[in-house]
């Protein structure tokens, strides 16, 4: 099992910051994905498809960005703590949308896959700026 957990989201003006924390938990986390797997973040908006936004290799710590994000938002994590984060500054009206941390066993590479191919997901977290 893993469980994932999310925190962190609220309201911002334009221009301001927000960090997200993911806690995870579980046998399965422990097992097969901490140290090892593959943990991200998404974004959704209503009416649009759920979007990567960063990734970040539970082995070897690479990171991975969106385009619209990169030199914005820092993925990072704390393995004593079981828990990823993500930084977002210069925040963005169009970064308005559902956050959801998520997580896969390492199956392919973690610069790589889109929603489907993350098994595991949490509830998601609202984070909406204002212009």
């Known amino acids: 099992q893993v469980q994932l957990v999310e925190s962190g989201g609220g309201s911002v003006q334009a221009g301001g910051s927000l960090r997200l924390s993911c806690a995870a938990s579980?046998?399965?986390?422990?097992?097969?994905?901490?140290?090892?797997?593959?943990l991200a973040w998404f974004r959704q908006a209503p009416g649009k498809e759920r979007e990567r936004v960063a990734a970040?290799?539970?082995?070897?710590?690479?990171?991975y960005y969106a385009d619209s994000v990169k030199g914005r938002f820092t993925i990072s994590q704390d393995n004593a703590k079981n828990t990823i984060y993500l930084q977002m500054n210069s925040l963005k009206p169009e970064d308005t949308a559902m956050y959801y941390c998520a997580a896969r066993e390492p199956l392919i590479a973690c610069g790589m896959g889109a929603a489907p191919t993350f098994g595991y997901w949490g509830q998601g977290t609202q984070v909406t700026v204002s212009s």
């Open positions: 970040i290799s539970a082995g070897d710590g690479s990171t």
């Open positions: 579980g046998y399965t986390y422990s097992r097969y994905i901490n140290n090892r797997g593959c």
